[in-house]
């Protein structure tokens, strides 16, 4: 029997530093906000930082690292030189990514006119392509960190790797604090400050490798059969990368014709990410080392339970997160966005694309669960055709219905293209057996969690409407939403608790092995 990678736990250190990283996000998208609204300074800076982020996305936490964890795991398990398979990995992928920034940099227009051809038309395109050839470089770090943070991941160390967003947001912050009070432009500062940060996180999660006695460094590039493997496995696990990709472009396309979209849909990301990230990236780093090292070491049953704790996990955060954005939108948006210069208009579209947003995060959190219990087992191929299926629903809802709803469109469009990608998934997973069935004490409680998130709902709407006076008044605004958040968690957690949806000790003891 292995020994396990303590589940819970480890969803919580990775959860808490996440959290961090989105409060800091928030922090970084309110001023960003507040100093460029939703103007053409602000929507070519967003597009421009989306590239790198998108072919990181693509190269290293999507495709790289879903064939690479699993294998690297099951080498630190079995005890076969796992360290000089790093290595290799890790100097392939950095060729790979000199190669690719070049070309991005003579290709940067292309670039910003496939994500937003709308910009083609007006000053936010030359903008675009020069902060997008600033940033660019960006993509090398990050995807060289994420290499590192799957080391570390795999072994069970999740600090450093969960730690590492936070610097990127608190160098941004600082930026534009700074940009503030010398009288920068804060769009050519925000731009500059992306390499660096990148620059940062790598430097963070490389100390801590190396600290782990996974000290990688770049050697003289060579094809082994275990970077052959690696290729084959990663080949389909990319091609799914660039569907996600293609339907993040979709969505960036159908709100780049509306004047605002891509600010207003980029900040209700920001807030949709929040529970998305600390529960579902949480899960997602967590559980595809453990199922892998479960599945080398022949742990059915320790696979199947880590698959049930991980689903409801899952939900028991996500679906009253899921409720309260749908339930309270407004709120939240007007409180955390509407200053200088984004006014109420601004706010008004931003929380209704939060609605759409939250009405599919339990989707985007269930297919973090789902995906590892096929890359686990090295089947990338599957999880591919399956996003060519979500790619058509996403394409197929998103433009067809961009004339009759506008910007929204590219929300439902997500949305409805997440559910997709869950059904597939957890009709695919089906094959694989006794290891994914669901056990009785999830069966159990997935009803009581709906339960508990539909009640914390209803007090919420009741609550925001008591609390309208004070939510719009000035400084007080800031305590209203937190005591209206406050409710809402305090609802939620007692009747779950009382209802048999979860027990609290469960956290508790979680949080005492975290520390």
């Known amino acids: ?47 421009a930082f989306s590239l790198p982020n998108m072919f990181r996305r693509f190269f290293a936490e999507g495709a790289f690292n879903m064939a690479f964890v699993p294998m690297f795991a099951k080498k630190v398990e079995g005890g076969d030189d796992a360290l000089g398979f790093a290595r290799d990995a890790f100097t392939g992928l950095a060729t790979i990514l000199i190669v690719f920034t070049l070309i ?19 000053e936010r395109f030359d903008m675009a392509v020069i902060y997008g050839r600033i940033a660019f470089p ?38 534009m604090v700074l940009a503030g009070a010398a009288g920068w432009p804060v769009g050519d500062t925000l731009a500059w400050t992306v390499p660096i940060a990148g620059v940062a996180q790598l430097a963070l999660v490389w100390w801590a490798a190396s600290r782990a006695g996974f000290r990688l460094t770049l050697r003289r590039p060579k094809m082994t059969p275990e970077l052959k493997r690696l290729a084959i496995i990663a080949a389909p696990a990319a091609l799914a990368g660039g569907v996600v990709q293609v339907n993040l472009l979709i969505g960036r396309q159908v709100a780049s014709f509306f004047d605002g979209a891509v600010a207003w849909l980029s900040y209700a990301d920001r807030l949709y990410q929040l529970p998305l990230g600390v529960v579902g990236i949480a899960i997602g780093v967590v559980l595809l080392p453990d199922l892998s090292r479960r599945l080398r070491a022949e742990d059915t049953d320790g696979g199947r339970h880590a698959f049930n704790r991980a689903g409801e996990f899952a939900l028991a955060l996500t679906v009253p997160a899921a409720v309260a954005l749908a339930v309270i939108p407004g709120p939240i948006v007007n409180v955390l966005f509407q200053r200088g210069a984004f006014d109420s208009a601004d706010a008004a579209a931003t929380a209704l694309a939060v609605a759409v947003y939250g009405a599919g995060l339990p989707a985007f959190v269930m297919q973090k669960v789902l995906q590892p219990l096929f890359f686990a087992r090295e089947d990338t191929r599957r999880p591919f055709y399956y996003a060519l299926g979500a790619l058509a629903v996403n394409a197929g809802l998103a433009v067809g219905l961009a004339p009759l709803l506008g910007y929204i469109a590219a929300a439902w469009g997500t949305t409805l293209a997440g559910w997709a990608m869950v059904a597939l998934l957890w009709r695919g997973s089906r094959h694989y057996g006794a290891a994914v069935e669901l056990d009785g004490r999830f069966t159990r409680r997935i009803g009581r969690i709906a339960v508990a998130s539909a009640l914390m709902g209803a007090v919420l709407w009741a609550a925001a409407w008591a609390l309208a006076p004070w939510l719009s008044a000035g400084s007080v605004r800031y305590t209203a939403l937190l005591a209206l958040i406050g409710v809402g968690i305090v609802v939620y957690f007692g009747i779950g608790h009382l209802i048999g949806a979860f027990h609290l000790a469960e956290f508790r003891r979680a949080m005492r092995r975290q520390r």
């Open 1 to 47: 029997m292995t020994q396990p990678i303590r589940l819970v736990s480890g969803f919580l250190t990775v959860g808490v530093w996440t959290l961090a990283s989105r409060v800091l996000g928030f922090v970084r998208d309110i001023l960003i906000a507040a100093y460029l609204g939703a103007g053409p300074v602000a929507e070519a800076f967003l597009i």
């Open 104 to 122: 991005a940099q003579v290709a940067m227009p292309f670039l910003v006119f496939a994500m937003a051809s709308g910009f083609a038309a007006d």
């Open 138 to 175: 960006y993509i090398l770090f990050i995807s060289l960190a994420a290499l590192l943070s799957g080391v570390l991941n795999a072994t069970g160390r999740f600090v450093a790797a969960a730690a590492a967003p936070v610097v990127l947001n608190m160098l941004f912050v600082g930026a």
